[in-house]
């Protein structure tokens, strides 16, 4: 699904991400937990492919396509989705005439049909049941006037209606309280499926009680210091980060 | 440079897809302007006694005036001796028909999206077709006449309906009122005629469409649109004018005149040519629109996508005189490269609890400079009149400005007056969440574009509305590529 060598990038020429390596096979899902500053944000949003950072070495390759070499909606039509940590508003386009575009563009890509309104709504209703959202969210300009957990829920709904191959959730978990990281890892649990992949990036492993990965990193100066599976996650909210950064060191 | 930014500066730099020139035969005057041109020109349309008189006193009304400079807006001063006043087409078009019409005109309006003939005319929309200075055709009369509707040529009422001509000609926008009205009082060579008598729904919109071709010309066009007691019509006005690297001047007159429960609505798509993207050429736009809410519970409602012209200059306004009158403005502006615009309206409160709303969206992109300039007067005797001005700007890329005067002035203590005012632009964190989903950046930002507009957008007729979101996002185009 993705394999990622010796990826280094940097924003305004400080180095963030100081050479990652990670191999994530189809329907895994993998977390990322590291301390602030230690370049997990910046690790989705150069897979994404935000022109704020430079890639300056090292190979992405995304279900065999060479993926540094892709524009953001190019990926995106490939099927790399980011649920964003601070998820922007656009004023005047609503909920839904957002999420048919960006629909109907990878139908495009895929040579399908346009969806017709009847089916989207269909499509619509049951992931807004299922990421217990207001009825109307669709008629809505998109993100405006939501709250921090609305935000964080509609990425979600994003991501059900526009069911990706790769999802990154980028601290997905900040500012959610408990009924609503309830209801977000129900949404992602299920979408989870053997050709789907999740790269989960939290600082807290309560959201990994939730949505139970199989493989968990720690992310420290740009660089994973240390790969295992759940019990790490356990292992760090006991212990820290610092204990590992010294173990390391 | 980033990817937004560099498509942002192409979107800049799209090309003007009107400005063709069609060879057409014309009878155009020598430039410059005096009293023989002024007697020449109303004669060649063997206009009344009184009509040259009034065009003669405008004349020398304005001879008295200077140019206004208080606007927001810079250009080389205009030479006025050094435009044609007059240019026609050389074969007469005759009512009827439009088999003496010069096939290239008809052909200018079918490139235009205009077809005038009657296989091909708009089917609920009657057009009056003006070709610099003189209306070639209008469609759909006698349809129109059998509602009692009148919808006609300027020249041809004056020569069928002087005495509606004469009451309301200038009543609304009097020749006194500026330089450019005076001027126009003086030199309007044609233009439209409405007329919708007592308790009549015109059947159809009216609309009337704006070509400039012959270069070193003016066009100095005027409409009135007279609707009676109860009467209500929806009229449309579009523009288009060739490329040429000379400045031209437009400088009309609208005069809307509402009688008690009338409804105006006046929209415009105004496309003139805006200049290269240095800023050579292009049309200036300097208009005067008025319109008088003179009955009790009359509405008037301008709605206005301003796309073109390099300099824009122009404030349809409302004079809310009858009690319970209603007077609206919705506008889009759009300045690219080098263009300038300073628009607005004014909302003269005169009636009790008259009501006025006005939503102003202006988008700046490459060089563009825009000015929203409103007034909102509240006079003595306007007891419980309210007033809602919203007023928001976009700027796209970092070399245009958005300015906003809004002035406010109430005379009556239980008027309202509401100002609300916005700036934003278009984030590069906005187009990067649509390329995440998979749209692409140039239909990025013509949807976010269409999404600012849309309050503006929902008053046009659906055509028009179509239109005007397809033109916005082909005046942005490449400014995000």
């Not at chain 2, 609300?420 to 995440?436: K, S």
Request: net charge negative; glycine share 8%.
């Amino acid at each position: 699904m993705l394999k990622i060598r010796n990826l280094k990038a940097s924003i305004e020429g400080k180095e963030i991400l100081k050479g990652i390596d990670l191999d994530m096979a189809p329907g895994e899902v993998h977390a990322i937990m590291g301390p602030n500053g230690s370049g997990k944000s910046t690790l989705s949003q150069v897979l994404a492919g935000n022109e704020s950072f430079e890639v300056t070495a090292g190979e992405v390759t995304f279900m065999g396509h060479d993926l540094l070499d892709m524009d953001p909606e190019e990926r995106a039509l490939a099927g790399v989705f980011l649920a964003f940590q601070y998820p922007v508003e656009i004023p005047g386009i609503s909920n839904e005439e957002f999420l048919r575009a960006a629909i109907n563009a990878q139908r495009k890509n895929r040579g399908e049909p346009e969806l017709d309104a009847f089916d989207f709504a269909t499509m619509a209703q049951e992931k807004i049941k299922l990421m217990e959202m207001r009825g109307d969210l669709l008629s809505r300009s998109l993100n405006v006037g939501f709250s921090g957990g609305e935000k964080k829920r509609n990425e979600c709904f994003q991501m059900a209606m526009l069911e990706p191959k790769l999802a990154i959730l980028d601290e997905t978990d900040s500012g959610l309280d408990i009924d609503a990281l309830r209801v977000v890892s129900r949404g992602v649990n299920a979408l989870r499926d053997p050709g789907r992949s999740f790269l989960v990036i939290t600082h807290y492993q309560r959201l990994l009680e939730h949505i139970v990965p199989d493989h968990v990193h720690v992310l420290s100066d740009g660089r994973i210091i240390r790969s295992g599976g759940k019990e790490l996650a356990l292992e760090l909210e006991d212990k820290g980060y610092s204990w590992i950064e010294e173990a390391v060191s | 440079m980033s990817e937004e930014k560099k498509m942002l500066e192409e979107m800049a730099s799209q090309k003007y897809k009107w400005g063709f020139v069609s060879d057409v035969e014309s009878d155009t005057v020598p430039p410059g302007l005096n009293e023989d041109v002024i007697r020449f020109i109303s004669a060649m349309k063997n206009e009344p006694d009184w009509l040259l008189e009034w065009r003669l006193k405008a004349y020398a009304h304005w001879q008295t005036l200077a140019e206004p400079t208080w606007q927001k807006v810079q250009y080389p001063q205009v030479d006025y001796q050094a435009i044609s006043y007059y240019s026609a087409p050389k074969k007469k078009p005759k009512k009827d028909s439009l088999d003496e019409v010069d096939p290239e005109v008809l052909a200018t309006y079918e490139k235009l999206g205009i077809p005038l003939s009657e296989q091909k005319r708009l089917e609920n929309v009657a057009v009056d077709a003006v070709f610099d200075s003189v209306s070639v055709a209008t469609t759909h009369q006698e349809k129109l006449k059998d509602a009692g509707v009148i919808f006609m040529p300027f020249s041809e009422a004056v020569q069928e309906h002087p005495d509606l001509v004469r009451k309301y000609l200038g009543k609304v926008v009097p020749y006194t009122d500026n330089f450019y009205a005076a001027l126009n009082s003086a030199v309007f060579t044609d233009g439209s005629f409405v007329f919708i008598p007592k308790g009549v729904k015109c059947p159809m919109d009216l609309s009337t469409y704006f070509r400039i071709n012959e270069a070193s010309t003016g066009q100095f066009e005027r409409t009135l649109i007279v609707a009676e007691d109860a009467a209500s019509v929806t009229y449309l006005e579009g523009c288009t004018a060739p490329q040429r690297d000379e400045n031209q001047l437009h400088a009309a007159v609208v005069e809307l005149y509402a009688h008690e429960d009338a409804t105006i609505k006046y929209s415009t798509v105004q496309n003139w040519y805006p200049g290269d993207e240095n800023g050579k050429g292009g049309i200036y736009n300097f208009v005067t629109k008025r319109g008088m809410c003179a009955g009790d519970r009359s509405r008037i409602s301008w709605t206005q996508v301003e796309t073109g012209s390099s300099v824009t200059w122009k404030y349809p306004s409302c004079v809310l005189k009858g009690d319970d009158s209603v007077g609206e403005f919705y506008s889009v502006a759009l300045t690219n490269n080098a263009q300038q615009a300073d628009t607005g309206t004014k909302m003269i409160h005169l009636g009790k609890n008259t009501r006025s709303t006005i939503i102003s969206k202006g988008i700046s992109a490459g060089r563009g400079d825009q000015t929203y300039r409103g007034l909102v007067r509240m006079g003595k005797k306007a007891h419980g009149a309210r007033n809602f001005t919203q007023c928001d700007s976009m700027l796209l890329g970092d070399r245009c400005g958005a300015h906003t005067f809004p002035y406010i002035e109430s005379a009556n203590s239980t008027a309202q007056v509401e100002h609300e005012a916005t700036t934003t632009r278009i984030g590069d964190d906005q187009i990067f969440l649509c390329n995440q989903r998979g749209i692409n950046t140039e239909d990025a930002v013509s949807m976010i574009v269409a999404g600012f507009c849309k309050e503006v957008f929902s008053e046009l007729p659906l055509e028009f509305a179509v239109e005007a979101e397809k033109l916005l996002s082909v005046s942005l185009e490449g400014s995000v590529g």
